[in-house]
């Protein structure tokens, strides 16, 4: 009960944060979080899925060998994190010009990005071996009691918008890593710091993946940009528009979240049968589902707005409409591939995931300027997405 409770203030805890800053004014700070919580989201599955054969093996044979793992997994993952953790931090800083460079924000977005893979490593892992403590004291401190501290900043109105974005992403780093002390035994420290010692002194890294690994991570990474596109051109709208966008955007991924429970975990055995997308979705509701969600999304961002002008609105609900349909089109195509996955053909889910993303690609690079002809583009490759992805698990 407890994990279902912070599982589902984590998926408003971020939301709820942009929301705050956006409804008191704090523009440019909801943005620059908007952008690092979607920069965030597609480092974390950018990286190579080396918990995969070490997840396999505990599960099937339910030993744990903590030397093979240290070894395989968390080792090489940790200097993985760190090399990659500062070169997106290096990249990511150049789109937060409207802060003053300085060491301490270089620091908080460097630490921010690596302990976000950190909590969700250990989702994980929480996940998988049903072992719920300490994560339900991570997630609880991450959003609630988080954004109830930020409120009470906020509200005061005594802070610049830089220092409440500095202080937002310390203590999203403090409350992440901070309740690891509570499963670490004081008398031990020194042992277990000295065990990992000689464990790293005699181990020399090996960045290694298997042929299956291999093809794991290419299929990720190409599914990467059709996944999370939306959620990437919302970040081009103005400075004053991006922290709105991004609320919107992500209460659409509530489709996703609608037909991943409804139909990829409900339904996986006609899944795996290969029944046709129009059986699958048979009493699933989804389409009126998505009309409502779709429309309120659109009419409360039209209310909220009204400030900005007439023509203003209809621009930007008019992309949000368009991103919306966008994101039941991707929805839809996700099902089509799982049936693919599912007669092992990973070469056609790999192809095509190529040609979407080479299409939005040149999409972002082209059209990005303009976050309602993007939006076009992005809705295009999406058409073109589900009717290649349908074509495919027709044939088999």
């Keep these: 009960m407890w994990y279902r409770v912070v599982m589902l203030s984590s998926l408003i805890g971020r939301v709820l944060t942009v929301t705050i800053l956006t409804k008191f004014n704090y523009v440019e700070a909801a943005g620059g979080l908007a952008l690092l919580f979607t920069t965030s989201t597609l480092f974390n599955n950018a990286l190579p899925p080396l918990h995969k054969e070490i997840y396999i093996k505990a599960v099937k044979s339910k030993v744990y060998n903590f030397r093979e793992i240290f070894i395989n997994y968390f080792y090489p993952l940790l200097l993985i994190l760190i090399f990659s953790s500062l070169l997106v931090c290096i990249l990511i800083r150049n789109f937060l010009d409207q802060y003053e460079p300085s060491l301490l924000l270089n620091l908080l977005i460097f630490f921010y990005l690596f302990s976000e893979k950190i909590f969700d490593e250990f989702h994980r892992y929480s996940l998988t071996f ?43 780093c403090i409350s992440t890593l901070s309740p690891f002390l509570l499963i670490i035994k004081p008398f031990k420290i020194w042992k277990s710091l000295n065990y990992y010692f000689k464990l790293i002194k005699n ?49 659409f991924q509530l489709i996703t979240f609608v037909i991943d429970f409804q139909i990829l975990s409900n339904k996986k055995a006609e899944i795996i049968k290969n029944k046709s997308l129009k059986q699958l979705l048979q009493n699933s509701k989804i389409f009126i589902f998505s009309f409502f969600t779709i429309t309120f999304v659109c009419l409360g961002y039209a209310f909220l707005s009204i400030a900005d002008g007439l023509n203003n609105n209809l621009i930007s609900v ?16 996700l099902i089509q591939e799982q049936r693919i996955f599912w007669a ?28 309602l002809i993007l939006s076009f583009g992005i809705i295009s490759a999406n058409i073109a997405r589900l009717t290649i992805s349908t074509k495919i698990a027709n044939e088999y």
């Design 318 to 333: 008019f992309t949000l409409l368009i991103l919306g349909l966008s994101i039941v089109l991707n929805s839809l195509s």
């Design 203 to 251: 181990t020399s890294f090996k960045f290694l993946l298997n042929k299956s690994l291999f093809k794991a991570w290419l299929i990720s990474l190409s599914m990467l940009l059709p996944t999370y596109s939306e959620r990437i051109a919302s970040l081009t709208a103005g400075s004053n528009q991006t922290g709105k966008m991004y609320i919107a955007v992500s209460i």
């Design 344 to 371: 092992k053909k990973y070469k056609a889910i790999f192809i095509e995931m190529l040609i979407i993303s080479s299409l939005l690609f040149f999409s972002f690079i082209f059209l990005r300027f303009n976050t």
């Design 130 to 172: 049903k072992k719920y403590f300490p994560w339900n004291i991570i997630g609880i401190w991450r959003n609630p009691v988080n954004n109830i501290i930020f409120f009470a900043l906020i509200i005061s109105g005594k802070y610049s918008e830089q220092f409440i974005f500095n202080f937002i992403l310390m203590m999203l």
